[in-house]
């Protein structure tokens, strides 16, 4: 059994940043990549950025101004945002294989 908790939203306004966690527990390996989707309303889900033990991937919109970092020690994963945009509101998600946290909520106001 995999669970995994996200925490750290909140609400910022334009160019605010947050810093997202992921607190895992299980079996996990770092050969399988742990990553952040979002979804905000009226829009489908979308990934953001993975990370294995020595990769990482993000998507272009958040490229440089987003940074995920996994730290095994303790299997949490973390998503540091910065220059934050009004299109970056939504539930952001941390997902390992096919499991799921239940979200947490991050608000950028114009």
């Known amino acids: 059994q995999v669970q995994l908790v996200e925490s750290g939203g909140g609400s910022v306004q334009t160019g605010g940043s947050l810093t997202l966690s992921c607190a895992a527990s299980?079996?996990?390996?770092?050969?399988?990549?742990m990553a952040w989707y979002r979804q905000a309303p009226g829009k489908q889900r979308e990934f953001v950025a993975s990370a294995t033990n020595s990769k990482t991937n993000y998507i272009r919109a958040v490229r440089g101004r987003f940074i995920i970092s996994r730290h095994n020690a303790n299997n949490t994963v973390h998503l540091q945002m910065t220059s934050l945009k009004p299109d970056d509101s939504g539930v952001y998600y941390c997902?390992?294989?096919?499991?799921w946290g239940l979200g947490t909520q991050v608000t950028v106001s114009s």
């Open positions: 997902t390992y294989k096919t499991f």
């Open positions: 299980g079996s996990i390996s770092s050969d399988f990549p």
